[in-house]
């Protein structure tokens, strides 16, 4: 089974070369993530999670951005899920940390994530419309995501299973420059049991606007905490992350 994952692994890591040949930040920044999803299934449509989010810039030092975020999802068939979902967002100075914040958000938004299984390759796209108001001025953004998950010693994400993980995504605005940023991430992680993952890779984001353009890289750590609900069969899933 692996032989046939071959190419697709050789591909992601070309991509991930010329990712990093584009960094501009010689700083390694931290993103650490934690999740708590409540899945939906065949018997109960509806779902939702929860998730808190810091970011430093450089090895855990330097913490400068913090999330909290959650929604509410609808399974509308086997792999196709809506989500609503609504956070706050806030950006420090990372050189001046007792300062106020240099950035307040509210955002609000409305995804759709389409998940397909070629042999044990597991394949997610999500479409995402945000509404965002940023120290009070509001803005539109429209995000699309290409995640892969490739289990390496089962041929489902199932418990004691060791995963890659790998995703693209891409930012854009309908107002000029349209295209913001894009993040790319590579990541190995481990599906302890049924409920709880965790991964650490490598993330880069790069950042584009009128003025400046830059990319940083980041090692991010994800913990993922799913509640299964008794007596019922839970539908094979894509351990992903959901910012």
Do not use: C
Not at 28 to 54: F, K, M, N, R
Not at 117 to 146: C, P, S, V
């Amino acid at each position: 089974m692996l032989k046939n994952t071959a190419p697709v692994l050789l591909t992601l890591i070309m991509v991930l070369l010329l990712n990093t040949a584009n960094a501009q930040n010689n700083k390694t920044g931290t993103w650490g993530i934690a999740t708590v999803v409540l899945p939906g299934d065949s018997t109960h449509h509806w779902g939702g999670y929860v998730e808190l989010q810091a970011r430093a810039n450089t090895l855990f030092n330097q913490f400068f951005y913090y999330e909290t975020k959650g929604g509410i999802s609808y399974d509308i068939a086997k792999n196709y899920t809506a989500l609503i979902g609504t956070g706050r967002y806030v950006t420090y100075d990372y050189n001046n940390l007792d300062a106020p914040p240099t950035v307040k958000e509210f955002r609000m938004w409305e995804q759709l994530t389409i998940n397909s299984f070629l042999d044990r390759i597991k394949i997610e796209h999500r479409y995402r419309a945000e509404q965002r108001w940023l120290n009070g001025i509001y803005r539109n953004r429209f995000r699309y995501r290409l995640n892969l998950v490739v289990p390496l010693n089962h041929k489902k994400i199932e418990a004691k299973t060791f995963f890659v993980s790998v995703f693209d995504e891409i930012f854009l605005n309908n107002v000029a420059p349209h295209f913001e940023r894009n993040r790319f991430s590579a990541a190995f992680g481990y599906q302890f049991d049924k409920s709880l993952s965790v991964q650490a890779g490598w993330l880069d984001q790069y950042n584009y606007n009128l003025t400046t353009a830059g990319a940083k890289n980041n090692l991010a750590i994800t913990v993922m905490y799913r509640i299964n609900r008794k007596n019922t069969k839970p539908k094979e899933h894509i351990p992903t992350t959901i910012d």
